[in-house]
């Protein structure tokens, strides 16, 4: 079956540091790769998406490029805000079944001023 | 307008009754879903519905069960409520097509049984 590994946390990052939040994924096909975000005491939200090899995402300054040969999409960004303080969470869809979505565990950022 | 809309936002109850929860969208999608969030942050996929089919149901109790009356209304009905039952429950939907299938989540219902 289908599965996500994301990198464990929690992560605490001080501002305007690099922020990497790796994420790995086992899938038959070519799924679409995403990237959520869940704020305190909300749902999620999107984040970024890529749909096919070599794709990058990108968002409010977060990137992430599809990369089938490690069959990875690592989320980064250059300099993280106190205001990114949240739960990450990978995911995929095989597009085969359109309701068959697989997360990740989610990695918890929080970043101090 | 709010795209994705939980009813309701929290709820408290005891061991062995029957809740239901809520879920409408307004983006005219085709799939929506269940997901249940644990303490630890896991999210689990319960059930999704397109045009008001199943099309996966994940190993849940046979407790739970999903009616949807219409293709924008995704009910969540809780029988025999267990203490393992608290979480958020979330609803999502999303538009389908070939490449996309980017999820909208609804803000969550805070479910505790005691």
């Known amino acids: 079956g289908n599965s996500v590994t994301q990198m464990e946390g929690p992560v605490t990052l001080s501002e305007e540091a690099f922020l990497t939040i790796n994420c790995t994924y086992t899938?038959?096909?070519?799924?679409?790769l995403f990237w959520y975000v869940q704020y305190p005491g909300e749902g999620l939200q999107l984040l970024l998406k890529?749909?096919?090899?070599?794709d990058k995402g990108s968002n409010k300054g977060f990137e992430a490029t599809y990369r089938k040969e490690t069959t990875s999409f690592h989320l980064e960004k250059g300099s993280v805000q106190v205001s990114d303080s949240a739960v990450y969470f990978c995911a995929l869809t095989p597009r085969a079944n359109a309701g068959k979505s697989t997360f990740g565990d989610g990695t918890t950022l929080t970043v101090k001023p | 307008d709010t795209a994705v809309s939980q009813t309701p936002k929290y709820l408290v109850t005891q061991m062995g009754n029957d809740k239901s929860i809520k879920c409408e969208q307004n983006l005219g999608h085709d799939t929506m879903y269940w997901y249940k969030q644990d303490s630890k942050k896991f999210l689990k996929i319960m059930f999704s519905?397109?045009?008001?089919?199943?099309?996966i149901n994940e190993t849940v109790p046979n407790r739970f069960s999903p009616k949807s009356p219409d293709k924008a209304h995704l009910n969540l009905h809780i029988n025999s409520l267990e203490l393992g039952d608290s979480a958020v429950y979330f609803c999502?939907?999303?538009?389908?097509?070939?490449?996309?299938?980017?999820?909208?989540f609804g803000p969550g219902t805070r479910l505790t049984v005691t």
């Open positions: 890529a749909t096919k090899a070599d």
């Open positions: 519905y397109n045009n008001k089919e199943l099309i």
């Open positions: 899938a038959t096909g070519y799924p679409s």
């Open positions: 999502a939907s999303s538009p389908g097509g070939v490449l996309s299938y980017e999820q909208y």
